[in-house]
């Protein structure tokens, strides 16, 4: 998966915006939320990984089995993983953990915000 079937990818879900809302500390953060919450983020500037959201009960068994899976520099260990995009994920689980990242996410919104959103 390269950045532009990432962004395209993440964009499309219902009721996504993306920013920069680091622009003094990481400028070339690009962040994907849903009802104001992120659900996904990259270093456009490199694109050497992704940060996902992750079921805490997952995270640990990720880690283990994937060497790309670590975990990541400014988010909570325990809820979020960083992939590094070096070709090792197979595009259709880096797909997966995208929509998971994303649902998860969807489940916390409250029911007026999903309401709202179209979700």
């Given at each position: 998966?390269?950045?532009?079937?990432?962004?395209?990818?993440?964009?499309?879900?219902?009721?996504?915006?993306?920013?920069?809302?680091?622009?003094?500390?990481?400028?070339?953060?690009?962040?994907?939320?849903?009802?104001?919450?992120?659900?996904?983020?990259?270093?456009?500037?490199?694109?050497?990984?992704?940060?996902?959201?992750?079921?805490?009960?997952?995270?640990?068994e990720l880690r283990a089995k994937y060497p790309a899976v670590t975990p990541p520099v400014y988010m909570s260990k325990k809820h979020w993983n960083s992939v590094v995009m070096d070709n090792s994920i197979p595009d259709s689980l880096l797909y997966q953990w995208i929509d998971d990242s994303y649902d998860l996410v969807v489940k916390k919104l409250t029911k007026k915000i999903r309401l709202e959103l179209g979700i």
């Open positions: 998966m390269n950045i532009e079937e990432y962004r395209d990818y993440c964009i499309q879900k219902k009721g996504v915006t993306e920013s920069f809302p680091f622009p003094k500390n990481l400028p070339n953060v690009l962040v994907f939320k849903v009802g104001e919450k992120m659900f996904t983020a990259t270093d456009i500037s490199t694109y050497a990984s992704i940060t996902v959201k992750c079921n805490p009960e997952k995270v640990d």
